[in-house]
Nanobody, 122 residues
């Protein structure tokens, strides 16, 4: 099992930026794919981005392509989500996830963090 702790959420105006961090502990971090999901009130959990464990292939949800960037630092057991040009519709709780593959379905991921709130005001 991998323990995940997110940080970096907060309140930002539309057009602004935030960087989320997720620190992992437990099993070998570098062997896991890492991802970010988000969930707004009354909506299903939505795939945001994922990065593979080996060569760092990156995948993004359609709604964030060109605005968000996922990266990882295996030496620090940390995955990041740089969010630029934020919109009010990006408001949600953002969750970090670890798993064997970079799938877009939440069910494909094994371990989850507690989440960090991101609120974008108009």
């Amino acid at each position: 099992q991998v323990q995940l702790v997110e940080s970096g959420g907060g309140l930002v105006q539309a057009g602004g930026s935030l960087r989320l961090s997720c620190v992992a502990s437990g099993r070998t971090f570098s062997r896991y794919a890492m991802g970010w999901f988000r969930q707004a009130p009354g909506k299903e959990r939505e795939f945001v981005a994922a990065i593979s464990w080996s060569v760092g292939y990156r995948y993004y949800g359609d709604s964030v392509k060109g605005r968000f960037t996922i990266s990882r630092d295996n030496a620090k057991n940390t995955v990041y989500l740089q969010m630029n040009s934020l919109k009010p519709e990006d408001t949600a709780v953002y969750y970090c996830a670890a798993g064997p593959t970079t799938g877009w379905r939440p069910s494909e991921w094994v371990d989850w963090g507690q989440g960090t709130q991101v609120t974008v005001s108009s």
